[in-house]
């Protein structure tokens, strides 16, 4: 194996406006799994405030996080998307 690959995580919690995407070169599909996991709470909107959600609620904390996983992706991209989105 000699080449990286490059690839867009895109963090959404389903609103519009909401998302939020990256661009990363990892090794593999693991590191990119890995990446994507432990990432997830950098995502602005990961912890929903009262315009998302009753704060007080537990099952609506649960559920909106919920909605961040099931809405939230990685996928492979060319090396020059990721150049086109990576560079100054």
Known sequence: MG???YIK???SNGYGGCDE???VEVKDEEEAGIYFDEN???YSFFEPDERFID???DEAYNLYQQD???NSYWEEVSEEEY???TED
């Open 3 to 5: 080449e990286n690959m």
């Open 9 to 11: 995580v895109v963090y």
């Open 21 to 23: 995407e990256t661009y």
């Open 40 to 42: 997830a709470d950098f």
């Open 55 to 57: 704060t007080e609620d």
């Open 68 to 70: 961040i996983w099931d």
């Open 83 to 85: 150049r086109e989105n």
